[in-house]
């Protein structure tokens, strides 16, 4: 069975920093393209960032580009968003995804979810 598990969401200032991290599990983590999406009260879910299955290409919205970093760990089996310089537009349930294949900004290429972690940027 596998199993997406999003933690370190939060409450944080405008212009704060945060880190969230998903681990996954029942998955060949190493092969999987993984991802992070949003989504806002009252809007579609949308694309964050993307990463290969190792970590060597990454792709951002432009939105959070220069302020977002995705990384991930296969060891582990975790993939993680540091998020700085973060806006109140920033606020979201973040969730994140897998792919048993190459990752995607196209959130229907992926295969499994998290549940999502709440972040809240507001002063």
């Known amino acids: 069975q596998v199993q997406l598990v999003e933690s370190g969401g939060g409450l944080v200032q405008p212009g704060g920093s945060l880190r969230i991290s998903c681990a996954v599990s029942g998955l060949t983590f190493r092969r999987s393209g993984m991802a992070w999406f949003r989504q806002a009260p009252g809007k579609e879910r949308e694309f964050v960032a993307a990463?290969?299955?190792?970590?060597?290409?990454?792709d951002y919205a432009d939105s959070v580009k220069g302020r977002f970093t995705i990384l991930r760990d296969n060891v582990d089996n975790k993939v993680g968003l540091q998020m700085n310089s973060l806006k109140p537009e920033d606020t979201a349930v973040y969730y994140c995804?897998?792919?048993?294949?190459?990752?995607?900004?196209?959130?229907?290429?992926?295969?499994?979810w998290g549940q999502g972690t709440q972040v809240t940027v507001t002063s």
């Open positions: 995804a897998a792919t048993k294949g190459p990752y995607s900004t196209n959130e229907a290429t992926y295969d499994y």
């Open positions: 990463i290969s299955w190792s970590g060597t290409t990454t």
